[in-house]
C-alpha cells in the first residue's frame, strides 16, 4: 500500500516563530489531508489539499502531486498550535484514508 | 455539526475479555472507519464499511470484528482483548469514500490489564 512519510517528528518552537511540516508520500493521491490533533485528542481537518495552494489565516498549505509532496506551513505560531499534526492521503485504487506517523508540535510561550 | 460520537473515554478491560467499542454518527454518512493511534505510528486503519453489513479489512485487521447493523453505527468488536491491543481507538465517518467531510470521534483510550 502507498506510504506517507512525514517530518520532522518532533518540533518545539518559541512562541512567534514559523515553521514547515513536510509530507511525502508514495503513489499518486485521489486526496490529501491535513488534521491537527489537540491535546485532548480531537482531530480536527484543516486542509483538504490534492494539489495546489490553499491559505487559512496563519496556516497555508502546498500538495505538488507530481512530486509527490505537500507542505504545512504555519506563521507566528501560538501555544494554541501545539498537538500533532497528521497528513492523510486516499489513492484512486482505493477508498480509504491511510495517515502518515504525525509531527508532534510544541509552542513554547 | 457532524457528531461522531465514543460510548467511552476510557475504559480498562482485562485479558481474554470480550470487548465493544461503539461509535455513532449522526449524519447520515455511508462511511465509518475504526482506526488505532499508537506513539510514533500514526493512525492505522483497522476496519471500514461503506454501507450497512457491509466491512472491509484495513491494514490491521487482525484480533479485531466489526458490526454494522444500521447505519449510524459502527462497532468494533476485541474478542479476546490481549495488552497489546492497549491503544487509542478513534472512529470516524465520511459522506465521501475519497475522504472529503471526515469527521473523527473523540476517542476511546483502551487499557488491557
Known amino acids: 500500500g502507498i506510504q506517507v512519510e512525514q517530518s520532522p517528528p518532533d518540533l518545539i518552537l518559541q512562541e512567534g516563530a514559523n515553521s514547515t511540516l513536510r509530507c511525502n508520500f508514495s503513489?499518486?493521491?485521489?486526496?490529501l489531508q491535513w488534521f491537527h490533533q489537540n491535546p485532548w485528542g480531537q482531530l480536527i481537518n484543516l486542509f483538504y489539499?490534492?494539489?495546489g495552494t490553499k491559505q487559512n489565516g496563519r496556516l497555508s498549505a502546498t500538495t505538488v502531486a507530481t512530486e509527490r509532496y505537500s507542505l504545512l506551513y504555519i506563521s507566528s505560531s501560538q501555544t494554541t498550535d501545539s498537538g500533532v499534526y497528521f497528513c492523510?492521503?486516499?489513492?484512486?485504487?482505493?477508498?480509504?484514508?491511510?495517515f502518515g506517523a504525525g509531527t508532534r508540535l510544541t509552542v513554547k510561550p | 455539526d457532524v457528531k461522531v460520537t465514543q460510548s467511552s473515554r476510557y475504559l480498562v478491560k482485562r485479558t481474554g475479555e470480550k470487548v465493544f467499542l461503539e461509535c455513532v454518527q449522526d449524519m447520515d454518512h455511508e462511511n465509518m472507519f475504526w482506526y488505532r493511534q499508537d506513539p510514533g505510528l500514526g493512525l492505522r486503519l483497522i476496519y471500514f464499511?461503506?454501507?450497512?453489513?457491509?466491512?472491509e479489512k484495513g491494514d490491521i485487521p487482525e484480533g479485531y470484528s466489526v458490526s454494522r447493523e444500521k447505519k449510524e453505527r459502527f462497532s468494533l468488536i476485541l474478542e479476546s482483548a490481549s495488552t497489546n491491543q492497549t491503544s487509542m481507538y478513534l472512529c470516524?465517518?465520511?459522506?465521501?469514500?475519497?475522504?472529503?467531510?471526515?469527521?473523527f470521534g473523540s476517542g476511546t483510550r483502551l487499557t488491557v490489564v
Open positions: 470516524a465517518s465520511s459522506p465521501d469514500p475519497a475522504g472529503y467531510g471526515y469527521t
Open positions: 492523510a492521503v486516499v489513492t484512486y485504487n482505493n477508498n480509504d484514508m491511510r
Open positions: 464499511s461503506y454501507d450497512v453489513k457491509m466491512k
Open positions: 503513489d499518486s493521491v485521489n486526496n
Open positions: 489539499i490534492p494539489s
